[in-house]
């Protein structure tokens, strides 16, 4: 594979992926990925060569046909997992991306008991489905990974410290794992069947509970040292302001993140003490002016850090997910102001991308990392890449 470029291997999963979900020519490839109809058919030819897709009958309706080309096998699959400090939530999607079937269950991630549970979870959710063609298991969690193949885990969120989960599940379970970071995970679901897909320099931003960086360049996700590149929520933003997570004070994720929006709300009496995000959004649809001065604030810091971040990498797009895109209605105005604003001349007309969000998205991002492995010249997956290669090649050779 020597001379591939990261954004070869995420063209052919994605090529992959779109043929998983229909059979395509490749002048519908070309389009659907925005690539060069020369690089689809130099990539095709690969795969065709690797025998994992095909040429189907041409389908002619006058003038010169259109070669079709399909998976040679449909039938694999990847899990994802996302952890939460509390829960865990899985997925298996076909090679498509699109999911087959879910399932959340209870968690508690501090206990010593934690990832034994995991692993108990996972056999039980993978052996309700087809074995057969599971090519691996991605996991997305809060927190730093310093490389995906081997998927050793700090994470203050889940209260993990040099957690070799990668080690255990792989043996446990037997199969290809791939481990990440949450919003890393996201960000390749992105690049695969996604809004960022075909650009090479995207910011993936993520607000909820937490606020979250992928930083895409060149193609690829930075990953920092250690994995910890993307660490938006930790950017300062006040000196006197309130204590975050980390440790410090003032943090961008310590004013905007879901919590604070709720601690907000509550000071000024806004929702009772029991009531949280959703009580401050039906608020502000409603009309009330101080629960939209709530996310309306929250826009503009985030606008203003954003635009820190735009200057410093120069993505094509930002897009926006999570669960607090659900009220952004009332971020959207004051987040638009401040980012212009603070953006130098020219980069103020950036795109900005806001995403739809459900909560299997997180488990799916995990199962992208898996289905993006198979290509990975980079190596970021060190040997699971090889290895759900050789389970795809097995799953065609198995067929008949
Ligand atoms: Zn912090």
């Not at 130099?42 to 003038?63: H, V, Y």
């Not at 076909?94 to 996972?122: E, K, Y």
């Not at 895109?325 to 007309?349: I, Q």
Request: proline share 4%; aromatic share 4%.
């Amino acid at each position: 594979m020597a001379g591939a470029r990261p954004q070869t291997d995420v063209n052919r999963t994605a090529i992959l992926a779109h043929l998983g979900a229909q059979p395509a020519s490749r002048a519908d490839l070309a389009r659907a990925l925005e690539v060069s109809p020369a690089l689809i058919t130099q990539l095709t030819r690969d795969l065709l060569a690797d025998g994992l897709i095909e040429e189907l009958d041409a389908a002619s309706s006058g003038g010169r046909p259109a070669r079709m080309l399909g998976l040679v096998s449909r039938d694999t699959t990847a899990v994802g997992v996302k952890v939460a400090p509390d829960h865990v939530a899985f997925v298996e999607v076909g090679i498509d991306g699109v999911v087959r079937r879910t399932d959340t269950r209870a968690f508690d991630a501090v206990s010593p008991l934690a990832t034994s549970t995991l692993v108990a979870l996972l056999r039980e959710f993978i052996s309700a489905g087809s074995v057969k063609g599971l090519l691996g298991v991605g996991v997305g969690l809060p927190g730093n990974v310093a490389q995906q193949g081997i998927g050793v885990v700090d994470s203050t969120q889940l209260g993990w410290v040099q957690v070799p989960l990668g080690d255990q599940l792989r043996r446990a379970l037997d199969l290809p794992v791939v481990v990440e970071n949450n919003v890393n995970a996201l960000s390749v679901a992105e690049q695969l069947f996604g809004r960022s897909r075909g650009l090479k320099n995207v910011l993936v931003v993520t607000v909820g509970n937490g606020v979250g960086a992928g930083l895409i360049a060149d193609g690829a996700i930075v990953r920092g040292r250690a994995g910890g590149a993307g660490d938006l929520g930790h950017v300062p933003v006040r000196e006197d302001g309130p204590l975050c997570q980390c440790g410090n004070r003032g943090c961008l994720e310590a004013i905007i993140g879901q919590n604070a929006l709720v601690n907000d709300a509550r000071s000024i009496r806004l929702i009772g003490p029991d009531e949280g995000i959703d009580a401050v959004r039906a608020l502000a649809d409603g009309g009330d002016a101080e629960a939209r001065e709530i996310f309306a604030h929250a826009g503009h810091q985030l606008g203003r850090a954003l635009a820190g971040a735009v200057n410093l990498l120069d993505p094509e797009a930002v897009v926006l997910l999570g669960e607090g895109v659900a009220a952004w209605t009332h971020w959207a105005a004051a987040f638009d102001r401040a980012l212009r604003s603070a953006l130098v001349p020219g980069k103020r007309g950036i795109a900005v991308e806001v995403e739809r969000w459900d909560d299997d998205r997180w488990a799916q991002g995990a199962a992208a990392l898996v289905l993006a492995t198979p290509f990975d010249a980079q190596g970021v997956a060190g040997d699971q890449g090889r290895l759900v290669r050789e389970r795809l090649v097995a799953a065609i050779d198995g067929r008949s």
